[in-house]
């Protein structure tokens, strides 16, 4: 959403992308933008309802400031989205067992059951940042998007299990599952020439965590009830840099 149509300058395909990419890279689809051009404030909001068994919908609202050199730009976005969706399933394990008396004897174990589901999910995410074009050789700028993504699920079940076609147990049971998950990720970046040397530097770090929280209950009507809790959680931590320097030989580039 943030590269309009009419920001694009032209686009071409690299054959021999070279050695700034690696050795498995067979072509690039490189896009030339056009410089922006006037300068103040600006901003558009986008507002999108709908339903899919409920209502859901969507609010992003794009911010810019331009100034000379000086682009500064703001995102933020709200969605709210529900669902419910039923599952119908069938297994059947087939098992073979030899005893001294009775020989071999053959079982059919099939379980049959219907599952329903509704989901509720919110994001909340946001971006913020800037670029600066010192001229037409040297520009720098940094991104940082945050981001918090609440999950809901719900669901109820039902199952028959059969031996042999003889009933075996019904089970019966519901539970639910809370995900909260939220991500801050930053990304910077250098981009310069002069003469026949040039650079291109990036930089991007991601910081994730994420915490579930699951409990389901299940009432057998020949066997014994359950309760099951579980509860997880995930850090996860990203830093990555990339220094791209070139020369310019002749036609050619290294």
């Known amino acids: 959403?943030?590269?309009?149509?009419?920001?694009?300058?032209?686009?071409?395909?690299?054959?021999?992308?070279?050695a700034i990419y690696?050795?498995?890279?067979?072509?690039?689809?490189?896009?030339?933008?056009?410089?922006?051009?006037?300068?103040?404030?600006s901003f558009d909001s986008k507002t999108l309802i709908g339903t899919?068994?409920?209502?859901?919908?969507?609010?992003?609202?794009?911010?810019?400031?331009?100034?000379?050199?000086?682009?500064?730009?703001?995102?933020?976005?709200?969605?709210?989205?529900?669902?419910?969706?039923?599952?119908?399933?069938?297994?059947?394990?087939?098992?073979?067992?030899?005893?001294?008396?009775?020989?071999?004897?053959?079982?059919?174990?099939?379980?049959?059951?219907?599952?329903?589901?509704?989901?509720?999910?919110?994001?909340?995410?946001g971006k913020l940042g800037f670029n600066y074009m010192f001229n037409d050789r040297h520009s720098i700028g940094m991104t940082y998007s945050p981001a918090s993504r609440p999950n809901k699920r719900k669901n109820d079940f039902l199952t028959d299990a059969f031996l042999n076609k003889v009933m075996?147990?019904?089970?019966?049971?519901?539970?639910?599952?809370?995900?909260?998950?939220?991500e801050h990720a930053l990304n910077a970046y250098y981009s310069g020439c002069m003469k026949k040397l040039s650079l291109d530097a990036n930089v991007d770090m991601l910081f994730l965590k994420e915490t579930t929280d699951a409990f389901t209950l299940e009432m057998a009507q020949n066997s014994k009830n359950r309760t099951?809790?579980?509860?997880?959680?995930?850090?996860?931590?990203?830093?990555?840099?990339?220094?791209?320097?070139g020369y310019k030989l002749w036609k050619g580039k290294f």
Do not use: C, W
């Not at 609202?61 to 933020?76: E, H, K, P, Q, T």
């Not at 075996?168 to 939220?182: A, C, P, T, Y």
């Not at 809790?229 to 931590?237: A, E």
């Open 1 to 18: 959403d943030q590269l309009s149509s009419d920001h694009i300058k032209n686009v071409e395909v690299v054959m021999t992308p070279g």
């Open 22 to 41: 690696d050795a498995s890279v067979r072509s690039v689809i490189r896009i030339n933008t056009l410089r922006p051009v006037g300068e103040g404030f």
């Open 52 to 125: 899919n068994h409920f209502f859901f919908g969507q609010e992003e609202v794009n911010m810019n400031y331009r100034m000379g050199g000086l682009d500064i730009f703001a995102m933020l976005n709200f969605e709210d989205f529900r669902m419910k969706m039923t599952n119908n399933s069938r297994q059947d394990t087939y098992l073979h067992h030899y005893s001294s008396k009775k020989g071999f004897q053959a079982y059919n174990y099939m379980q049959e059951g219907i599952t329903n589901y509704r989901h509720h999910t919110n994001i909340y995410d």
């Open 168 to 182: 075996d147990d019904h089970l019966s049971g519901n539970g639910h599952e809370d995900v909260k998950r939220i």
């Open 228 to 245: 099951v809790s579980t509860r997880s959680d995930v850090k996860s931590r990203l830093f990555a840099a990339k220094f791209v320097l």
